[in-house]
């Protein structure tokens, strides 16, 4: 099974957006079925099989998230990632002045699904698969 240090190492790898799909490959290689980012403090927990998870803990200071989503921003801010235009921290802060307050990857149907701070699905999206 994967370890942090495995998904750090993977993760190490990502300089931008446009880095995501190699990243994806690279968890999906280690085993990971799926993960959940909580924006307010960046911890995340990592799902495999057979129940296994493994969790890390807060990667920053805490973020305030909007109470109210706004899809224009969030979704401008989105796509500025994508491209490369923005690094992650810059992404988590987007995110939260946007009102996002988790994505949850899913990556055995490659989605990406993005919820406000009431638990509301405000965004999914299809993946890239990279080189699957």
């Known amino acids: 099974m994967f370890t942090l240090s495995d998904i750090n190492t993977a993760h190490g790898k990502v300089k931008t957006g446009a880095d995501f799909p190699q990243y994806v490959q690279d968890l999906i290689s280690l085993g990971v079925l799926s993960y959940e980012v909580f924006v307010a403090d960046g911890h995340t927990t990592y799902f495999g099989a ?7 803990s ?8 909007a ?3 706004a899809s224009d921003d969030f979704v401008t801010a ?5 491209r490369g235009d923005t690094d992650y921290p810059r992404f988590l ?21 993005y919820y406000d ?6 965004w999914t ?3 890239a698969e990279g080189d699957r």
């Open 50 to 56: 057979k129940s296994y998870t493994v969790a890390d």
């Open 58 to 65: 807060a990667k920053h200071t805490a973020l305030t998230i």
């Open 67 to 69: 109470g109210r989503y």
């Open 78 to 82: 989105l796509k500025a990632h994508q």
């Open 93 to 113: 802060s987007d995110c939260a002045n946007s009102g996002v307050h988790k994505w949850v990857m899913d990556l055995q149907k490659l989605t990406c699904s």
């Open 117 to 122: 701070i009431g638990g509301n699905e405000v």
């Open 125 to 127: 999206e299809r993946i």
